[in-house]
């Protein structure tokens, strides 16, 4: 009846619109994954411009603010980034993210790391679009804590997506519960990948390492803007993983490049003392790229122009499998400013680095998944475990020795290989396959971690990690003998147990990711991972104590330098193979000939009576 009479109903159905409209909006308060709910408040950029980003929301109380999307710096085919931006008109929509780099098609992957990868990406905002590429592609997404910051304004981490510098997106992650729950900006970004980050001629005409300059040009942009999103300039964290994390040490020896641009580094999962190619190795590369594209080889220049008049999309999709990665730049004609001098453990070894604290660490099975693939059942065999030590010494001994058809000294380095690792007391049915991975783990990833850390620990504060601990609600049909594979500390990391909803997650992960999570942040806040709000004990190393906090239900720390199978690759395995190297080249003459079938047997013995 109150509405009765046409002014009466015109009212009555504004009112009844203005209560749906807060209804709605009360609804849609209750998201259950991040969803684009409201507009973050607008931020201007001098020089660049207006941007307006975006609220993700969780829950009814759980929001953070996203501008994704924002340029940093112009890509130019086989040329440096170009930092110069031009402002834009109007206000910049940073709500979505931007098309990733061009890049090689995903590899094949085991099933047991597609569904990681997966848990890792669920809640990515990007997940379900369709993804685009585009070679004009550096872009940057910065996710900021909702609410008032410190007086000095929230510390910052930079991440650096994974991929072997061929692959990946910064949308492989999903900050928001590190950003929420730990108060600290997430900036994420794209730098040029395969052949677009990476090509180079040995004659200087293309320098190469163009990735990893995109990389410094986003700190360059961090730096110089983070304070208008409410970041701390001063506390800046670039934190990586796989590839990413090989970047992240690289910054850290790339001279004027990166210096002054982060101020603490977290190193997860990669091994930091890489040997980097030289550019010549790229040669036979070189040939295969030029024959595919129908390019003239020669003069170089002509080879390059050739190259940049083809399509982004047609080069990306049609390139030769090469390796792309980074590479020694230094003394290139052409080349003013190299990014990497030297390679990275001797400018390590020299002091040629910049001295920021460090976090570093690994998964005990780092590539357990890569090496047994979809076959992490079957039973390894005496023969195929011989052969797997046989070709890590035949690896090694190439790197050495001049004509390495003439050698005659694997056997000896397998057989020592094998010895460190066949005289235990494990009856496992899966003690071959153990022994393998184990061995894997303990080569690239432990030993260089560890000799990394001694290199630096007496000019900065080195944290290093040993990862035991699998989630308990995903993958649980994984064997029993396998322990920790690469990707499985990201689920904690980025606290995945309070975000995905197609999966129980057990109260035990969500304690454990806490801690990560706290333990991160605390570093990237004071340099101290235990600063506050954490009852764990993890010293910094020092030339004299390579204590290790092993993340598993104990969280105690552990003291490598005891460790028998660590000290054989740092130590004596160097020893044996540079010993064999020096009786295989000894025993090549001008003529190709061996000079004496005894001398592999007199390198045998010296060996022996040099190390023992």
Known sequence: ERCEGTGRAMDCRANFLAYLAVFLHLVSDYCFVPVQCVDAPFIHIPGNGVISGTYLKMFRTQNIKAYLGI??????????????????????????????????AMPSVGKETEQILKIIQSDSSAQDAERKYEENCLYLNVFVPDGLPEINGYAVVVWIHSGDFSTGSPADVEPFQLVFKQKVIVVTFSYRLNIFGFFTTDDGEAQGNYGLMDQSAALYW???????????????????????A????????????SKGGFHKAIIMSGNPLSTVKMPYEYEGSLDQVSSTFACPRRPTSMFIQCLKRIDAKRLSENLPQVSWGPVVDFGLSNTSYPFIENQPEILFKKGSYHRVPVIIGVTDMEEVLTLFKDNLDTD?????????YTDIAVTDMH??????????????????????????????????????????????????????????SNDSQVYSYLFRMRPRSVLQDLPSWISVPKYFDQIFVWG??????SVDWKSTDKKIADIIMTLWANFAKTSNPTKSNVYVKWNAMTPNNDSVLLIDESFNTDNLLNNQRINFWRSLYPKILVFSADCCNSTFSGSGLVIATSVPILCTLSIIVNIF
């Open 71 to 104: 340029r940093y710096a112009h890509a130019r085919r086989f040329q440096p980034p170009d930092i110069e931006l031009t402002p834009w008109k109007g206000i910049f929509n940073a709500t979505v993210f931007q098309p990733d780099c061009w890049q090689n």
């Open 222 to 244: 961090v730096k110089k803007n983070i304070n208008f999103f409410g970041g701390d300039s001063n506390r800046i964290t670039l934190m990586g993983h796989d590839a990413g």
């Open 246 to 257: 090989v970047s992240v040490a690289l910054h850290m020896t790339s001279g004027e490049w």
């Open 380 to 388: 390894i065999s005496p023969s195929d475990l011989e052969g797997f």
């Open 399 to 456: 790197k050495l020795v001049r004509n390495y058809e003439w050698c005659s000294n694997y056997e000896l380095i397998s057989d020592a290989i094998n010895f460190m690792y066949a005289n235990d007391s494990d009856t496992d049915a899966k003690k071959a396959n153990k022994h393998i991975i184990s061995a894997h783990t303990e080569k690239f990833y432990i030993t260089p971690m560890q000799t990394f850390a001694d290199l630096i």
């Open 496 to 501: 995945n147990p309070y975000m995905t909803n």
